[in-house]
């Protein structure tokens, strides 16, 4: 069974750095075409995706947050880490992380998602 | 980026069809065939309906099709049911290796 799981904190102040671990099982990102991305979502709004990491350790960005994205995998622990700086409340959302085993394809599984509140 | 552009809300009665439209352009939808769909529920996390502009993963109901013409997509929904009421959301591949996400469509199943 595929399993995603995000965590990281609930609140975080304006100008801090927002650091997100997803924790996946069933699979592993080193199998060949395995990516993994982020999504996030504000309260009421739309989906939005941010970043994403293959298998090859190959990355890419949302181009209007690049500079502030930061997305690194540890294969040994089944984990895909996602750094945000400079948070703003308007970054206030829940933050999905989801597999696409096929990239690009498709994002076939999700994890629960992890509400984070920047404010101050 | 800008996002691609759907219908903010659509309805249907038990039993009919709808379609849900998502508009892009020529650097997401129009270039690649790589558009999906998913449904979301309220407080739930997104679940895949529609990958790669038609094909349906296991599990999902015939009832689930999608389509592509030129720069829109299309999702329609036949039979409709109860459980069919959620927000919709479409998805492309696009330029740079990034993706971009519909606006949403919130369907009523009246």
């Known amino acids: 069974q595929v399993t995603l799981r995000e965590s990281g904190p609930a609140s975080l102040k304006p100008t801090q750095t927002l650091t997100l671990t997803c924790t996946f099982s069933?699979?592993?990102?080193?199998?060949?075409?395995?990516?993994v991305s982020w999504i996030r979502q504000p309260p009421g709004k739309a989906l939005e995706w941010l970043a994403r990491i293959d298998w090859d350790d190959d990355k890419y960005y949302s181009t209007s947050l690049k500079t502030r994205l930061t997305i690194s995998k540890d294969t040994s622990k089944n984990q895909v880490v996602l750094t945000m700086t400079n948070m703003d409340p308007v970054d206030t959302a829940t933050y999905y992380c989801?597999?696409?085993?096929?990239?690009?394809?498709?994002?076939?599984?999700w994890g629960q998602g992890t509400m984070v509140t920047i404010s101050s | 980026q800008s996002a691609l552009t759907q219908p903010a809300s659509v309805s249907g009665s038990p039993g009919q069809s709808i379609t849900i439209s998502c508009t892009g352009t020529?650097?997401?939808?129009?270039?690649?065939?790589?558009v999906s769909w998913y449904q979301q529920h309220p407080g739930k996390a997104p679940k895949l309906m529609i990958y790669?502009?038609?094909k349906r993963p296991s599990g999902i109901s015939n009832r689930f099709s999608g389509s592509k013409s030129g720069n829109t997509a299309s999702l329609t929904i036949s039979g409709l049911q109860v459980e069919d009421e959620a927000d919709y959301y479409c998805?492309?591949?696009?330029?740079?290796?990034?993706?971009?996400f519909g606006g949403g469509t919130k369907l009523t199943v009246l």
């Open positions: 790669e502009g038609s």
């Open positions: 069933g699979f592993s990102l080193s199998t060949s075409g395995m990516c």
């Open positions: 998805c492309s591949y696009a330029s740079s290796s990034t993706w971009v």
């Open positions: 989801a597999r696409d085993r096929s990239g690009p394809s498709a994002f076939d599984i």
């Open positions: 020529s650097s997401d939808v129009g270039s690649y065939n790589l």
